[in-house]
């Protein structure tokens, strides 16, 4: 009995921890490149211990056009890379801009890293009316000028990410340039959320319906407990 006690409180912390994804999941509907977190779910190990275990979901979000040069969107497998204090991070989240001294950096300043380093436009010597260009390839020009090619990376094992912050991940066990093949840039997109708010909600419920269950078992039990220590007393 203390066994299924334990067993039910257990759960209760499960559905708890998978309300908080729920409503962090909710919380970033509308943030650019946000990869939804999967409920936490029970998996059994290679020694046949239980263990609690969370995934991300990558799939692929809906562009938006934007008609801003600096966003891009990635269609298709990979991720950009910026430098961060951390050090190299990786996101779908292409909302970027350019710093006074002529950096690409996504919106908290982070460097946007291309083949050849950080992306850097030498803005004093180009004429104003030229226009920054993104090819498809990822080829960043300015004007009729090639600076870089962006930086598109793939992990080299997604199920080891860690979430740094917001929408950027670091591979745990690295990374290394994507195939040309697997995506195609798209210049003044970005890649909406992929949460879907219908499925979220009903995921809700259910966990909540769960709770509730898990915390009734919890109460029956206690109850049972109880009243055997009573019966024993006699």
Do not use: C, H, W
């Amino acid at each position: 009995m203390v066994k299924g006690i334990y067993t039910a409180a257990r759960g209760l912390d499960v559905r708890m921890k998978n309300l908080d994804v729920i409503a962090n999941n909710l919380a970033n509907l509308n943030t650019t490149g946000f990869k939804k977190e999967m409920p936490f779910s029970e998996v059994m190990n290679q020694y046949g211990q239980t263990q609690i275990q969370q995934v991300t979901d990558f799939s692929q979000g809906d562009l938006a056009q934007t008609n801003n040069p600096t966003d891009v969107a990635i269609s298709g497998k990979g991720f950009f890379v910026v430098q961060t204090g951390n050090g190299p991070e990786l996101t779908r989240n292409g909302s970027f801009k350019l710093s006074d001294s002529g950096y690409l950096i996504d919106q908290q300043g982070n460097k946007v890293m291309g083949q050849n380093g950080e992306i850097k436009l030498d803005l004093q010597s180009f004429e104003k009316q030229k226009t920054l260009l993104i090819s498809s390839d990822g080829e960043v020009k300015y004007g009729n000028n090639v600076i870089d090619k962006l930086m598109i990376a793939k992990m080299n094992g997604q199920q080891d990410a860690s979430r740094d912050s917001g929408t950027n991940f670091s591979a745990t066990t690295g990374f290394q340039v994507a195939n040309q093949s697997d995506f195609q840039i798209k210049q003044g997109y970005l890649e909406e959320s992929n949460v879907n708010p219908i499925k979220e909600l009903e995921n809700m419920i259910q966990v909540n319906n769960e709770y509730q269950s898990a915390s009734k078992m919890i109460t029956f039990l206690d109850k049972s407990l109880d009243e055997a220590n009573q019966i024993g007393k006699v």
